[in-house]
């Protein structure tokens, strides 16, 4: 779960959903700019969920060319789809946040 540094705030995970290791986020609560602290754990969940999504997508779609069977369209469709939820959950359960001005220099109001 992504949490903001300096309030403590739980960050949306819609709002996750759109963080990547090259953008920031704003915190609804306190406006603070956050970015992904475990960059290489980010990479890491991205890389084995597109990893395992494309091979084995490409299975299916190879299983569909061979038997022209539309049952392989729809798995291939359904695990692109379940992967992706379950990269995100991943991705929102143990992505870490830090403040873009990690020394708090900036303050508002
Ligand atoms: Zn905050």
């Given at each position: 779960m992504g949490v903001c540094p300096k309030c403590g705030n739980n960050v949306q995970a819609r709002k996750l959903l759109r963080l990547t290791n090259l953008n920031t986020i704003t915190c609804q609560v306190c406006s603070s700019k956050l970015r992904v602290k475990n960059k290489?754990?980010?990479?890491?969940?991205?890389?084995?969920?597109?990893?395992?999504?494309?091979?084995?997508?490409?299975?299916?779609?190879?299983?569909?060319?061979?038997?022209g069977?539309?049952?392989?369209?729809?798995?291939?469709?359904?695990?692109?789809?379940?992967?992706?939820?379950?990269?995100?959950?991943i991705a929102n359960k143990y992505v870490e946040l830090e403040s873009e001005n990690p020394e708090g220099m900036i303050r508002q109001g």
């Open positions: 290489n754990f980010n990479s890491t969940i991205g890389g084995v969920g597109g990893g395992i999504g494309g091979g084995l997508g490409t299975l299916l779609l190879i299983f569909w060319i061979q038997t069977n539309n049952l392989y369209i729809g798995l291939s469709v359904t695990m692109f789809a379940v992967i992706f939820v379950l990269t995100w959950l």
